[in-house]
């Protein structure tokens, strides 16, 4: 794995535009102040979408048991039970 660039907290200020579309694009760098290391700028993972069926069948393989009782309980407990009428003011 190759090293990061570094880049300078005034080159960050500086070049900003062109430091981010590098993060949109992928790169990450380390921002240095007066020579020392003081963060990463990385781009965020992109979230999937979707999970192919495959990756979501081998998942739930190794799953625990959910207890319905426990879940029904659990929702009784947390759920408010009585229904408002929206037209009562």
């Known amino acids: 794995m190759a090293a990061q660039p570094e880049i300078?907290?005034?080159?960050?200020?500086?070049?900003?535009?062109?430091?981010m579309d590098a993060v949109q694009g992928g790169q990450s760098f380390t921002v240095t102040r007066d020579g020392?290391?003081?963060?990463?700028?990385?781009?965020?993972?992109?979230?999937?979408?979707?999970?192919?069926?495959?990756?979501?069948?081998?998942?739930?393989?190794?799953?625990?048991?959910?207890?319905?009782?426990?879940f029904r309980a659990d929702q009784d407990a947390t759920a408010e039970q009585e229904t408002d009428d929206p037209y009562a003011r």
């Open 8 to 19: 300078t907290q005034r080159d960050l200020r500086n070049r900003s535009k062109e430091i």
């Open 36 to 70: 020392h290391q003081i963060g990463e700028l990385i781009p965020l993972r992109r979230r999937r979408r979707f999970v192919p069926r495959s990756e979501f069948a081998a998942m739930s393989r190794t799953a625990s048991d959910v207890s319905l009782e426990a």
